[in-house]
């Protein structure tokens, strides 16, 4: 099965999703680094040099190619879902799960993960939450058309991964 991961920055796709597919025994993909590794450039280089608008014709490109995958986990990129009609395209390839993260949370987990994230690296702490609130308030509706919803507020990662491998095993068997 091809399962894409989705949710706001910091929520732990690629954390979780790693455990996950040493857990079920399949490939982990993490869509930002493939993305880097095609352009040969940091994410950060992407956006300073081809805007948000280049960054965001790759990651199509991207998943487009991933879409061919018979089975894997895919780490999407938070913005990912958001953009053109890539979550249609997800819904039709596979399994998207949204991990459910509150604003508050998001930005705690964030303050030291800013750096590397384009859209966070010049918000001060006070911005930060701000920000946040508002994009994914803009965002959520692409979040929510997601087939699994998963609240992590509060939940460990360990307990997260298991119950999307439970779920998995549900629709086999159905
Ligand atoms: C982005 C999320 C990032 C990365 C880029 C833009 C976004 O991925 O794709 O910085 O728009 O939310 P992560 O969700 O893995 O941080």
Redesign the pocket.
Known sequence: MLIFLVG???CG??TIGRTLAKQLGVRFLDM?TLLEQRCGKS?AEIFTETGETGFRQSEREVLAELTSEREAIV?T???APCFFDNMETMNRAGLTVYFKMSPEKLAGRLEHGKAK???LRDKSEEELIGFIRENVAKREKYYMQAKLIIDCDGVRDDYIAHHIAEYIETKKEQ
């Open positions: 706001y920055m910091g796709k690629s930002d994410v780490a990129g938070g913005g994230r384009p859209l």
